[in-house]
């Protein structure tokens, strides 16, 4: 059985970037080393749509995300929280650890934060330091308005910082244009790479906040990544091989090309969620992202059982649902190395593993509902 | 020409270390996955001759310092730091960062503190909650008298941290034994894997005085890595594949045996003393450890131009001096991946450039010594 990652990360990795890997060990501070970082970073830059520098940390991307807290709050300072799932959850949690006066902006899972909530909170709260929101809440398959939270921002003094580990590279996202100060992902997601390298971008605003904020820590100081980045190197032995696979992935999708590539992706998802639909199925979250597919286990099935027979039986590795949502949906990624024909043989499996479950449904609704889906997309 | 990595981090990693590393990815949740981790906490625990548990973080050796440093000390507490070198200095960064009131045990660069040193700094501070020291102090050479430390500390309710980053796994330590309460060490050095992972212990002394200290981060948070060990799981996203292939080198660890591979590096790094000796050159450190030698250029000889003229004709990349030794010493690892014929080739390649840059030496000197000393070791 030929075995297929569709989990909303990791994400299927190309070849030539797997291999990138396998290459021998150099040394991290040759010329070499410091010019592929410098490739990356610009790389990088084009990907988050910004002109400010994008930092390369090694670590998971909660270790960006303790970067971004760390770095623009000190202890007791207000932070409006926009939180619709598990990983608003991870920023809770991070702005719980340094100290942080949380507001928060809550919805139920499966809902999105409105602009309409982001502006009461920050009319209610006019001396909030920042807004932590999140690009594409992977627990859910919710997605975020952005561009209009960052409107609101930035008519604040407050900075927008946005996680945007499980979406950026996959769904539209323009750093400077929607006001986004400080953006961090991740390499195991759309970047198309294993995890072990967190990126982080950091505008004017963010700095001035930074360079007024006391010191927190030491590793995930971005003061001394800015210094060493000015040179084009990093404080710390890096991920250096993980950097110079992160450069072939990359340049897959400079060959691409950002729009081409979010374009895709709209309508990889736009198709899957009518496939979903045409087998009776509904898609969980109410605002959907185009990074990955959410789905509601039917009532009758269960989700947990079929989600690893689906494993077992035809090969495909999708995500249960976690925590309080663990049986009740599905989640199935287009992020990374993967195409139409990838998702569409998942939904062909999902439906064979439906039917055997005995949920009614006709064989082929699905696929041929995603085919004209995507043949009518452009 | 064929290059050859010799600097003391990152070091040569074996090629089916490599191979694995361009596997698929795989779902990092999947019980294979956590049956890997699990393999490999217990490879680490026998490496690091401890039982304790020993906790995998996604960073560099730096990071794994931070949660040393950050899990143990409350603000303002007191800690004794040794420091005899850009590591210790590492040490301090970290512990300024952290707000520690600092009492700091020095010696020039090329000397190791002595336990008398240390004696002395616990009588006058019994207040002190932990003592930072290094194995071994990469940037000069030296390797500190831990078991001494150790025996001290042990008397006293401080703490005994240690950096092992660039030692453990090639010159004798035992945790346990030794009294070492946190030891951390990184992928790169002796354990023969590309950067991007580090490794912590923790001794039951060191976990009464974290559970007793206030939350001061996240992701480095040992509490949560406990919490989550306990089920052979990490908190956050780790880099799964860099653990995956972790794996590998560390069953060939186990194969060698952990005292075979001391008693290897033992017989080597003295073989290369006696060797540098030969060539009419000194070793830098006054207490050499056994995971590189450090040799102190000879006058008249540009330390730096011979240092790249050595890489650009012979292909062997050694390491400069860092900060204010750059020129004035050439540090070669014996660490990872590497015999002890691969230490008689850089030897050869040393007497070679500096033969081209007229310093006076009888060929085969260097190497014969080497040889010689080596067949007499066992």
Chains 1, 2 share one sequence.
């Not at 770095?71 to 409006?80: F, Q, S």
């Not at 961090?184 to 930074?210: E, H, N």
Request: aromatic share 8%.
């Amino acid at each position: 059985m030929k075995p297929r990652l569709f989990t909303p990360g990791p994400t299927p990795v190309p070849e030539e970037t797997l291999l990138e890997l396998a290459k021998p060990v150099t040394y991290h501070r040759a010329p070499e080393a410091k010019a592929i970082l410098a490739e990356v970073s610009e790389d990088l830059k084009y990907v988050f749509q910004t002109t400010n520098p994008v930092f390369t940390l090694t670590s998971s991307g909660t270790g960006g995300m303790e970067a971004a807290v760390s770095n623009t709050l000190a202890a007791d300072e207000k932070a409006i929280l926009c939180t619709a799932g598990r990983w608003g959850e991870r920023w809770r949690g991070i702005l719980k650890a340094f100290g942080a006066n949380i507001v928060a902006v809550e919805v139920p899972y499966g809902k999105a934060v409105t602009p309409e909530m982001l502006e009461r909170a920050l009319s209610t709260h006019p001396d909030a330091k920042a807004v932590f929101a999140t690009l594409s809440e992977t627990s859910t398959g919710v997605g975020h308005d952005l561009e209009a939270f960052g409107k609101l921002v930035a008519k604040t003094p407050a900075l927008l910082v946005v996680d945007g580990i499980s979406g950026l590279g996959a769904m539209e996202c323009h750093v400077d244009k929607w006001n986004i100060d400080v953006c961090v992902t991740g390499s195991q997601k759309a970047l198309m790479m294993p995890p072990g390298l967190a990126f982080v971008s950091v505008s004017g605003k963010a700095w001035r906040k930074i360079d007024s904020t006391p010191v927190r820590n030491f590793y995930f100081d971005l003061r001394r990544a800015r210094k060493s980045l000015a040179e084009s190197d990093t404080p710390f032995t890096p991920g250096h091989t993980l950097i110079r696979a992160q450069r072939v992935s990359l340049k897959k999708i400079r060959a691409e090309g950002i729009e081409n590539l979010w374009a895709r992706h709209a309508r990889i998802a736009s198709a899957c969620r009518a496939g979903v639909q045409a087998m009776g199925l509904k898609v969980f979250a109410e605002r959907p992202n185009n990074a990955l597919t959410v789905i509601a286990v039917p009532q009758g099935v269960d989700g947990t059982a079929t989600l690893k027979a689906l494993e077992k039986k035809y090969g495909y590795k999708l995500a249960d649902g976690q925590d309080t949502l663990k049986g009740t949906i599905w989640r199935l990624s287009h992020m990374g190395y993967t195409d139409a024909f990838d998702v569409l043989g998942a939904l062909s499996a999902i439906e064979l593993v439906l039917l055997d479950a005995g949920f009614k449904l006709e064989p082929g609704a699905g696929v041929s509902a995603f085919q004209k889906s995507y043949a009518a997309g452009k």
